[in-house]
């Protein structure tokens, strides 16, 4: 894990981050003498840095938590920029522990599902999801005001698949304009409904047109949703 703790550490950082943004940023010191950077971002600006400087060194190994105390940085994106209403699209991801004992260390990340899946059930599961749908039956109504109109529940799925990761690990990728509340996990445990075969890949379809909570399958659990990545304008 890239640190950047200390005077020696900090040439590094500003090196790292220099090679992002090609500028400068402004040294800041603490009441108890610490040093600390900031400097101001365009959106882009701040998901490229980000990424290189804490993402993509955390994917390897984490050896010191000390530096969320000590790492501290201010993004500034523009005036009107929104992460929530200004993405093009999210992509989630949702993991599967499909073995017949369970394993401690996944217990957090994964659902773990005791029964034999069907790949070949999941894989047909995907194809009606695809496109543009309302899916009031996949998600949990907001609440509306008086006199207020409902909220649209239409959107726009780009991907939907499965991918078998090998140790009895099954993932579905999911991408799409924008998601409603409960979606993926619904989603989830419907195809997972398919894959035991209590459903059959053909009902996915009428659910979906039904526009009916009830018809849907078992909402999956927490544990193995990860929103994987984001898209925002260049």
Do not use: E, G
């Given at each position: 894990f890239r640190s950047y703790l200390g005077v020696a550490a900090m040439y590094e950082y500003e090196r790292d981050k220099a090679a992002v943004l090609g500028q400068p940023s402004i040294e800041h010191k603490d009441g108890r003498g610490n040093l600390y950077y900031s400097f101001s971002l365009k959106p882009e600006q701040g998901i490229e840095l980000i990424s290189t400087l804490f993402i993509q060194p955390l994917l390897f190994d984490i050896s010191d938590y000390r530096v969320l105390e000590q790492m501290s940085f201010r993004v500034k994106p523009g005036k009107h920029f929104s992460a929530r209403f200004d993405a093009l699209w999210?992509?989630?991801?949702?993991?599967?522990?499909?073995?017949?004992?369970?394993?401690?260390?996944?217990?957090?990340?994964?659902?773990?599902?005791?029964?034999?899946?069907?790949?070949?059930?999941?894989a047909l599961a995907c194809d009606p999801f695809i496109g543009e749908h309302d899916f009031s039956s996949f998600c949990r109504r907001p609440k509306q005001e008086p006199g207020e109109a409902p909220a649209s529940l239409r959107r726009n799925v780009m991907i939907a698949r499965w991918t078998d990761l090998g140790d009895d690990l099954l993932r579905l990728d999911i991408r799409a304009n924008a998601f409603c509340h409960n979606m993926v996990r619904s989603i989830t445990g419907t195809m997972v409904d398919v894959g035991l075969g209590r459903r059959s890949p053909g009902e996915l379809l009428g659910i979906l047109r039904a526009k009916d909570r009830s018809l849907a399958g078992q909402v999956a659990p927490p544990e193995g949703l990860c929103l994987w990545e984001v898209a925002y304008p260049a």
């Open positions: 999210r992509h989630y991801r949702y993991t599967v522990l499909n073995s017949a004992a369970p394993n401690p260390f996944l217990r957090h990340t994964t659902w773990h599902v005791p029964q034999r899946l069907d790949r070949d059930r999941l």
